[in-house]
C-alpha cells in the first residue's frame, strides 16, 4: 500500500483543478448516467418493537453502494450499472442524500473522504472540513459577561456556520478521478428535486423533534419542512424542492465557482451575517479562499490488517487506531463476546478518548504528536494501565512520545449527531468510505437555495483555555474544528478488505472500532457486526443499547465498576465486506439505509 506521492500535497494543484473544469464538461463525449428507475431494496423485514428493521447482508461480484437513504444508494448503483466509477457514484450519493436526508449532510456542510485507487495501488484522504472565518478569534464563543455561551444558543443563526467544502470535495475528486460527465451526475438529483419525494418516516419524525430546537424559527426553512398552520410535514408527503434544482443547474453549468465566488457565496454570506440575534462574520473572501485538502492517511497494525482512517482535523483515525493498539494487548480473539472482552474494550475506549481530549484538533494549528499517538510503545504503557479484574473511573491522558512542547487543557465539548456515512465500490476495485455532515440534525437552521447550512463552529471548544492553559480546538481564523467522524478502510495484504463509518457525534469512533473488532476478531458478517448492539465509553460512564442483548452485560459490567447507562444508540454504520472475491454489504437496522449491488 502506498502512500500519495508528495506532488499531491502541494495546494496549488488542488485549488486550482475546479478552474479548468466548465470546458472539459461542455466538450465531454463519456456516457450519460441512466434515468431514475425504481428503487431495488434489500431484504428488508418490517420493524420489530426494537424499533429496528431487520436487514440481511447483500452479496455481490462486481460492484456495490451502502447509505442512508434509498434514493441515494439508488443514484449510485445507477452511475455504477451505467458504467461510472467509485467517485461518479460518490457525486451522485451525496448529491442525492442533501435532498432525500437534508438534516444530515449536504453542500452546505463538510466532509472526509479515504479514496482507494485501485489502479494505482494508493489509499488517499482528503478533508473538505468547514473552516472558522478568517476574523475569527479564540474569544468566538463567549458571551458579553466572558463565559461561554449555551450550547443551543450558539447553535441556532448564522454564527455558527463554517465555511462548507462538500462541493469543492465533490468537483476536486471528480476532477482528479470521475469517469462520467459531471452534468449527468447531478441531472437525476436536479429530476427529484423538481418531481418530488416522499417524506420517509425518519426524515418526519426529525422534523418534528426539531421544531422542539427552534427548526421553524427562520420563514425560508419554516416554509420547506412545515405546513402553513405551522405543523410539521408528515412522512408520505410528497416534499419538491425546485430552489435546489435550480441550484444544481447552475453548478451542473459553472461547477463550484457560483458557491464559492459568485451568486451563491452572496446568498450565503448575506444568510450568514444577517440573523438578528446571532449573526455571524464569514466573508466572501473565507468562501473564495476555500481549499479541499489532502491528507496522509493515519493507519495502525491490528492482528494481521491495517486498519486505516482520517488524521487531523477529525479525533476519528487516530482514536480508532489507539483503541485497537491497545486490544491487541488482550485476546480479544479468544475470550470473544462477553463481559470480559467488553470491559477490555471500555478501558482501551477510556484511555483513547482522554488523549483525544488533551490533544487532537486541527494538525495546520496545534502542533500534534501524531506519531507518538499510535507509538507501539507508547500504547503498550497505556494497555499496562488496564485492569481485567476493575473499571477505571476515568482516564488520564498520557505522554506520548514527540509531544509538543506547548501543555494543552483537555477539551470535552459536545458533539451532536448530524451526520452520514456511505461506502462504494466499483468495477474496478476503486472504494470510497466517506462521512459527511451538516453537524447537529438541520444544521444551524439556516437554508439558502434550497440547502441548509452546517453549524460546524460549534464543534470548536466554547472556553479557549482552561487553569490556564489553552484548548487546542479553541476557536482560531480559518481552523478547522475536531471531529469524530472515522470513515475507514482495513487492509489485508496491502488490499482493501473493509470499508465502514458511521454518523453519531463523538459515539462514532465507538461505532466503528466496535464494528471492527466484531468482523476481525469475532468472526461476525457485516450486517451481524453493524446490527451487535452498541456498548460505548468516551472517557466516564459506559452507554448499552437498549432493547439489545448487550443489555445483559449490564450486571457483570456493574461488578467490575463500570457505570452503566442504557439508551438509544442510533447510528448510521454502512459497510462492505470484501471476501473471497466477494463484496458483503451491510446497512444499519437502526435506519433506513440499503445495499445494492452486481
Same mark, same amino acid.
Given at each position: ?32 448516467? *441512466? ?31 451502502? /447509505? ?69 478569534? *479564540? ?24 465555511? #462548507? ?5 465533490? =468537483? ?8 462520467? *460527465? ?10 427529484? @428535486? ?9 426524515? /418526519?419524525?426529525? $422534523? ?45 453549468? @459553472? ?6 465566488? !459568485? ?34 492517511? &493515519? ?39 462477553? #463481559?470480559?472482552? &467488553? ?25 500534534? *504528536? ?34 509538543? /512542547? ?21 468495477? =474496478?476495485?476503486? @472504494? ?33 483555555? @482552561? ?19 472515522? #470513515? ?41 457486526? $453493524? ?9 466516564? /460512564? ?7 442483548? $448487550? &443489555? ?41 439505509? $440499503?445495499?445494492? !449491488?452486481?
Amino acid at each position: 500500500m502506498t502512500l500519495p506521492p508528495l506532488r499531491h500535497l502541494l495546494p496549488g494543484l488542488l485549488a486550482a483543478l475546479p478552474l479548468a473544469a466548465t470546458t472539459a464538461w461542455a466538450q465531454d463525449t463519456r456516457p450519460q448516467a *441512466p434515468q431514475q428507475q425504481p428503487v431495488q431494496s434489500q431484504d428488508v423485514q418490517p420493524e420489530g418493537a426494537s424499533g429496528r428493521t431487520e436487514k440481511k447482508t447483500v452479496t455481490a461480484e462486481r460492484f456495490m453502494v451502502a /447509505a442512508a437513504n434509498p434514493h441515494a444508494v439508488e443514484a449510485g448503483y445507477n452511475v455504477l450499472t451505467a458504467g461510472g466509477n467509485a467517485v461518479d457514484a460518490m457525486v451522485a450519493v451525496q448529491l442525492m442524500l442533501n435532498l432525500t436526508e437534508p438534516q444530515s449532510s449536504g453542500i452546505g456542510g463538510g466532509a472526509f473522504l479515504l479514496y482507494w485507487d485501485a489502479g494505482q495501488r494508493q489509499l488517499l484522504t482528503f478533508d473538505s472540513r468547514e473552516t472558522a472565518p478568517a476574523a475569527a478569534t *479564540p474569544d468566538y464563543w463567549l458571551n458579553e459577561a466572558g463565559e461561554p455561551m449555551d450550547f443551543w444558543e450558539a447553535l441556532v443563526g448564522g454564527r455558527s456556520v463554517g465555511v #462548507p467544502g462538500t462541493l469543492k470535495l465533490l =468537483e476536486v475528486t471528480h476532477n482528479l478521478y470521475g469517469s462520467m *460527465p459531471w452534468p449527468a451526475l447531478l441531472q437525476p438529483v436536479i429530476e427529484m @428535486a423538481e418531481q418530488g419525494f416522499e417524506i420517509s418516516p425518519r426524515l /418526519a419524525g426529525a $422534523i418534528a423533534d426539531a421544531q422542539q430546537r427552534e427548526l421553524d424559527k427562520y420563514p425560508v426553512t419554516r416554509d420547506y419542512f412545515f405546513n402553513g398552520d405551522g405543523t410539521p410535514k408528515a412522512a408520505g408527503t410528497t416534499l419538491s424542492n425546485p430552489e435546489f434544482a435550480d441550484t444544481l443547474r447552475l453548478i451542473a453549468e @459553472a461547477g463550484s465557482a457560483p458557491f464559492y465566488r !459568485g451568486a451563491i457565496a452572496e446568498e450565503i454570506v448575506a444568510a450568514v451575517t444577517n440573523t438578528a440575534d446571532n449573526p455571524g462574520i464569514m466573508t466572501l473572501q473565507d468562501l473564495a479562499d476555500y481549499q479541499v485538502k489532502l491528507r496522509a492517511p &493515519v493507519c495502525t497494525p491490528y492482528r494481521a490488517y491495517q486498519v486505516c482512517g482520517m488524521g487531523p482535523p477529525t479525533s476519528g483515525g487516530l482514536t480508532v487506531g489507539q483503541i485497537l493498539g491497545v486490544l491487541e494487548h488482550f485476546d480479544i480473539l479468544g475470550l470473544g463476546l462477553g #463481559p470480559e472482552s &467488553v470491559h477490555l474494550y471500555l478501558e482501551a475506549a477510556k484511555l483513547a478518548y482522554a488523549d483525544r481530549a488533551m490533544y487532537m484538533a486541527d494538525s495546520d494549528f496545534v502542533r500534534m *504528536p501524531l506519531r507518538g499517538l499510535l507509538d507501539p510503545t507508547y500504547l503498550t504503557v497505556r494497555a499496562q494501565q488496564v485492569a481485567r479484574d476493575r473499571a477505571m473511573a476515568q482516564a488520564e491522558a498520557g505522554n506520548p512520545p514527540w509531544r509538543a /512542547a506547548q501543555v494543552f487543557a483537555p477539551d470535552r465539548s459536545p458533539e451532536r449527531p448530524g451526520t452520514s456515512h456511505f461506502v462504494i465500490v466499483d468495477a =474496478e476495485g476503486n @472504494a470510497v468510505s466517506m462521512t459527511t455532515t451538516i453537524e447537529t440534525g438541520f444544521g444551524s437552521r439556516l437554508m439558502v437555495r434550497g440547502f441548509l447550512l452546517n453549524n460546524e463552529l460549534t464543534d470548536f471548544s466554547f472556553a479557549p483555555e @482552561a487553569d490556564g492553559r489553552p484548548v487546542a480546538n479553541r476557536v482560531e481564523g480559518g481552523k478547522r474544528p475536531r471531529s469524530s467522524m472515522s #470513515p475507514t478502510m482495513v487492509f489485508q495484504n496491502d488490499a482493501p478488505m473493509l470499508l465502514i463509518g458511521s454518523p453519531g457525534g463523538s459515539r462514532i469512533i465507538n461505532y466503528v472500532a466496535k464494528s471492527i473488532v466484531a468482523i476481525l476478531d469475532w468472526d461476525m458478517d457485516i450486517q451481524q457486526a $453493524i446490527g451487535l448492539g452498541h456498548f460505548v465509553n468516551r472517557n466516564g /460512564a459506559t452507554d448499552l443499547e437498549e432493547g439489545t442483548d $448487550i &443489555v445483559d452485560l449490564q450486571a457483570p459490567l456493574e461488578a467490575l465498576g463500570h457505570e452503566i447507562n442504557v439508551r438509544d444508540l442510533n447510528s448510521g454504520l454502512h459497510g462492505i465486506l470484501i471476501r473471497d472475491g466477494q463484496l458483503h454489504g451491510g446497512a444499519d437496522p437502526r435506519r433506513e439505509g $440499503i445495499v445494492m !449491488g452486481e
